[in-house]
């Protein structure tokens, strides 16, 4: 068997499980979605400091030729689908503690076969870490549903949003940065050059992101405060070309990010804004509840 086909199965049940859970629940489809997409940003952040910074394990679904880039596919089956996929559908369902235990032990005997079969190497990583922070992802999960789906707070909302579009942006700036090189940020830490570009890239992904948030939360529609963020964020960029910090393929490849602030604050903010309320909304609605 191909190593690709166990992450692509696993990716596609996941994303089946995914659909069936918001076909059943479509009083809150868009709850469920940001809150999967919540917990995957949280998940980047933990794969971050384990996979990328500390090379805790390597994933090995043969896809890509870059064997760092083929690790990080891997990596996203797991991240973005397999795991907050199977978080999302526990709190969704309110399972109870035997169930979950089944859903964490099932996680554990996937990741054990998977060491057996040459699809994933641990370098410090044992599969029991990988049990226990499931375990403790479920709890905090939980907790943090009950806040997302009982009137949040702006707070809450704020949090949220950030994360589930970091999932978007970092993936979407994976694909620009280390697949197609468009740009590269470079670190200048690690050996290997495209961990070194992952590692640099999103470091400031997540810097735009935070700005993305903001304009989407508290002045979606005040467009000139979109145009400040992207005009902003290209004299950060403009300063960081000049400074060898940000490397283009070709010049005209300038346009690039620019148009990437463009599409996830103008996509991002109108799906959020169409199921969700902003700062305003919030503000004028604790005025008129008081």
Known sequence: MANWVPFVSLSLISI???????????????????FWLFISGLAYVFEYIIFVLFNSYTYHPHILSNNYNDSVLGSISSQAFSVPIAI??????HLRATRIALIVGLFFLIETWFTYSSLYEHHWWQSYYTSFFLIIAVILSKAWWKLFENDPNHYVLFITLFFALSTVSLSCAWILSSLLELYIIPLHHFSNPTRDLIAGNAVYIWFTTYLYTLVIFF?????????????????????MIQEGVLLLKK?????????????????????????????VEITRKGLHSG
Request: glycine share 2%.
């Open 16 to 34: 089946i499980l995914l659909v069936i859970i918001v076909v059943k629940n479509r009083h809150m489809s868009a709850r469920i979605l940001l």
């Open 88 to 93: 999302t559908y526990i709190v969704v369902y």
């Open 219 to 239: 002045r979606y529609k005040d467009k000139q405060y979109a145009l400040l963020t992207i005009l902003f964020l290209l004299t950060i960029e403009v300063f």
């Open 251 to 279: 010049p005209i490849m300038m346009m690039v990010l620019p148009l990437f602030h463009f599409s996830v604050i103008i996509i991002g903010g109108y799906c959020y804004n169409h199921h969700f309320p902003n700062y």
